[in-house]
């Protein structure tokens, strides 16, 4: 097999495994975390040319379940706040944190059911906030913000 379908191949099976090409997920975290790959592969415990060719679709998969712990840890990251608006404090604060991390990597902890960016932050919503507090919330939000109102709505209703 050429190269050329080896790495097409490779694609197809991150996309199956994964959602979507590895290489996507990766220059996401990139421009996110203003970081280059070199030092994205240093924070996720992967070599930067491991982390190179499975971008590339020259490898299919992350062979270490911790580093791809660690790409979630970090994609979840982008939902706090002070991160998503590129505050430079916080950016570097994720990053440390992940790269400290010792996740440990079992079945129980490794969400095996797709997981919509929604029910992560109605998720979190839930966690910081009673249910009369989202109430009130996305009523005072409702005339000038909408849908973060119905956000916030729904993150009430399914507490």
Known sequence: MDDHKIVQRNI?????????????????????????QAYLAEVLGISAPMLSQVMSGRRAKIGNPVVLARMI??????LIPEVA??????????????????????????????????????????????????????KRLDDEFPAIADLLRRAGLQG
């Open 12 to 36: 197809a099976l991150q996309r199956e495994w994964y959602g979507e090409p590895l290489g996507d997920r990766v220059r996401r975290l990139v421009v996110a975390f203003d970081v280059s």
């Open 73 to 78: 840890m970090l994609e979840r990251k982008c």
């Open 85 to 138: 608006a590129g505050h430079k404090a916080a950016l570097v604060a994720a990053l440390e944190d992940v790269k400290d991390s010792r996740p440990m990597v079992g079945r129980d902890n490794i969400p095996v059911a797709a997981v919509t960016d929604d029910q992560l932050v109605l998720a979190a919503l839930r966690e910081i906030a009673e249910d009369e507090d989202l109430g009130e919330a996305a």
